[in-house]
């Protein structure tokens, strides 16, 4: 059972024992670990005690950064994989399903962003105080899991760039090696304030949008097409398997843990409940602005290649290593070859999200183990994690452009599995009053993100049963994945669980006072 609530479980964070440095940025010193604190803009004259203050573009902007890193994992190059072949064999006929998956998405990241700012700790800080060392451990290494696979999908996708923008003179692997210094210009940026961090997560996203906007007037999709693909719900036996891949492409793991920690980069009064709503209510249109933009790069991939290729003899071969040689053969060279604007976007994708891999890695790491180290030596061991096996990957699978597109299935079904072990937890901390207090969600939205949840784990759920049944060979084989299915159930049904227990414990609490 959950553990019983501290007494600092009143939904408001204390001080965190925070330092300034000669910046202007505040770290924790427990953690020997830079917390990145932005001062925000202190109270005007006119502001009522207890009152949210009125809106201001000045706020807004103060408060403008971290969705936007949340939204890269939006944009990772499993997501571009997912929509060019959505595309490809669906035509415009999914984009419906790409937008509300990503609503969904969006849910779900506005309940991490009020668990971290109400609390003023992250998802992965709390789970560790608030589950036994046994579940503790077990979301752990869920959390781990997930961005390692991930993290290799991203680092094979910048790969792929590399070696699309050099002309095939730098192989796989060596992509694979210069994308892992990312986390030293993570580390170095992060060094000149969490400012000059957003400002290069700016620069990659711009270019991304520009880049796949390039595209999409080079190639000129339907735009009748697209207007109902969006209104129109089409859904058919052929297309079903590629309408589960967009609904889970969209929601990472990892990507819960790491925006309940990235909303702490703005300092506010803690004790003061209207500042603490007016954080929320910044950070919402902030996110909600940021997953838009997402939102249209991902729907002008799509696009694209739903009017290159739907129907047509490649539309079922294509995938993340052939993509940039189908678009050349297919739209030629024009005013710059299209081979090096898709490059040029697939490695801004690549590069971002790898760096918020790192980023969330930390928070997954420090938040569940409490570990005391500095923060290079935690990017370092973060990112072994996930460079090592990369480099195995890109060596092996080198040879073969089928044996990656392969490897990518089962990293998205290696995805799927982990949801549950994010959002259950998320959504059972946002509805307990004890952690919360004022800010905990209503009955109404309570309902909702449960059936939105319980729709994601049905439909990567599904992935799942599919992918294993087509798969799975041989008695022992099938012997090790069901009990592997059984302990995945059991744990899932614990975590449900807890919802319960809180329940009952809260209704006991009130009828004794």
């Known amino acids: 059972m959950v553990s019983s609530p501290s007494p600092k479980h009143n939904g408001m964070r204390e001080s965190n024992h925070l330092l300034s440095d000669d910046d202007g940025y505040d770290y924790d010193d427990q953690a020997n670990d830079k917390i990145l604190a932005i001062e925000i803009e202190k109270a005007d004259a006119d502001d009522v005690p207890g009152v949210v203050p009125p809106f201001s ?3 807004l902007w103060e408060f403008t950064g971290p969705g936007f890193l949340m939204s890269v994992a939006f944009l990772d190059p499993g997501n571009l994989e997912g929509d060019l072949q959505a595309g490809a ?5 999914l984009l419906w399903l790409l937008m509300w998956s990503t609503f969904m998405g969006l849910l779900i990241q506005l309940l991490s962003l009020r668990l971290g700012v109400a609390t003023g700790r992250h998802l992965a800080e709390i789970c560790r105080e608030e589950y036994p060392n ?13 961005l390692i696979g991930a993290d290799i999908q991203e680092v094979i996708g910048s790969a792929i760039a590399i070696k699309i923008l050099s002309r095939g003179v730098i192989p796989l692997w060596g992509g694979v090696l210069i994308t892992a210094s990312d986390c030293f210009i993570f580390l170095f940026l992060e060094n000149y304030g969490v400012r000059k961090l957003e400002a290069f997560f700016a620069v990659l996203i711009s270019t991304m949008a520009l880049s796949f906007a390039w595209m999409f007037a080079e190639t000129k999709p339907n735009g009748k097409e697209l207007i109902i693909g969006l209104l129109l719900p089409r859904l058919s036996s052929k297309t079903i398997q590629k309408a589960v891949g967009v609904v889970g492409c969209v929601i990472t793991p990892h990507n819960v843990f790491l925006y309940s920690a990235l909303v702490q980069t703005r300092k506010i009064d803690p004790k003061k409940k209207e500042k603490v709503q007016e954080a929320l209510n910044y950070y919402t249109i902030e996110s909600s602005i940021a997953v838009f933009v997402s939102f249209s790069i991902n ?3 799509t696009t694209v290649f739903a009017k290159g290729f739907y129907a047509t003899p490649q539309a079922h071969s294509i995938g993340l290593v052939n993509a940039g040689q189908y678009l050349q053969e297919r739209y030629g060279g024009g005013l710059f070859p299209i081979l090096y604007i898709w490059g040029i ?7 971002s999200s790898t760096m918020t891999g790192t980023y969330a890695g930390q928070f997954i790491m420090g938040g569940f183990l409490n570990l005391q180290m500095k923060k290079w030596i935690r990017s370092v061991i973060t990112r072994s994690c996930a460079i090592l096996p990369t480099i195995i990957v890109a060596i092996y699978f080198n040879r073969s452009e089928d044996s990656l597109d392969i490897l990518n299935e089962w990293l998205n079904v290696l995805q799927g599995m982990v949801i549950p072990f994010a959002i259950i937890p998320l959504l059972t901390l946002v509805s307990n009053e004890q952690i919360m207090g004022v800010f905990k969600i209503g009955k109404l939205m309570e309902r909702t993100v449960w059936t939105v949840a319980a729709l994601v784990i049905m439909i990567n759920g599904y992935v799942m049963l599919s992918f294993f049944l087509s798969e799975v060979n041989g008695l022992l084989f099938g012997f090790v994945v069901c009990m592997g299915a059984s302990a995945y159930i059991a744990f899932l049904v614990y975590l449900i669980s807890q919802r319960h227990n809180q329940a009952e414990l809260k209704g006991f609490t009130h009828l004794t006072n």
């Open 89 to 93: 064999i669906a035509g415009y006929s």
């Open 299 to 301: 729907l002008m991939v």
């Open 57 to 59: 573009w000045k706020k």
């Open 345 to 351: 976007g697939l490695l801004a994708a690549g590069q």
């Open 134 to 146: 046994c579940a503790r451990i077990l979301l752990w290494l869920m959390a781990e899991v997930a």
